[in-house]
């Protein structure tokens, strides 16, 4: 079984800095692109920011471009994302997830893409 776990969120205040982490563990003998989502109340799940296997080639929505930075471990099986100059409008519930794939420097924006989702961890920035 995998299991992703996130940690890392909080309440802070706009313009301030969080670094939220994603570990993975289990069975997971395959590579896997990796992603970060978020979830306002009211909202769709939206890709935040994705990753690829070899940690090489990512992606972010634009309305976190210049602000947020994913990362993956060496050891690929933790991926991080640091988000600074927060703003009201970041807070939601973020997600890490997993895509099992064979290509080392693909990253996926699509939920469907995604085989293994965490349970979340809240972020609130007050304004």
């Known amino acids: 079984q995998v299991q992703l776990v996130e940690s890392g969120g909080g309440l802070v205040q706009a313009g301030g800095s969080l670094t939220l982490s994603c570990a993975a563990s289990g069975r997971l003998f395959r590579t896997y692109a990796m992603g970060w989502f978020r979830q306002a109340p009211g909202k769709e799940r939206e890709c935040v920011a994705a990753?690829?296997?070899?940690?090489?080639?990512?992606y972010y929505t634009d309305s976190v471009k210049g602000r947020f930075t994913v990362s993956r471990g060496d050891a690929k099986d933790t991926m991080y994302l640091q988000m600074n100059s927060l703003k009201p409008e970041d807070t939601a519930v973020y997600y890490c997830?997993?895509?099992?794939?064979?290509?080392?420097?693909?990253?996926?924006?699509?939920?469907?893409?995604?085989?293994?989702w965490g349970q979340g961890t809240q972020v609130t920035v007050s304004s």
């Open positions: 997830a997993a895509a099992l794939t064979s290509e080392l420097s693909s990253w996926y924006v699509g939920r469907e893409s995604y085989d293994y």
């Open positions: 990753i690829s296997w070899s940690g090489r080639t990512s």
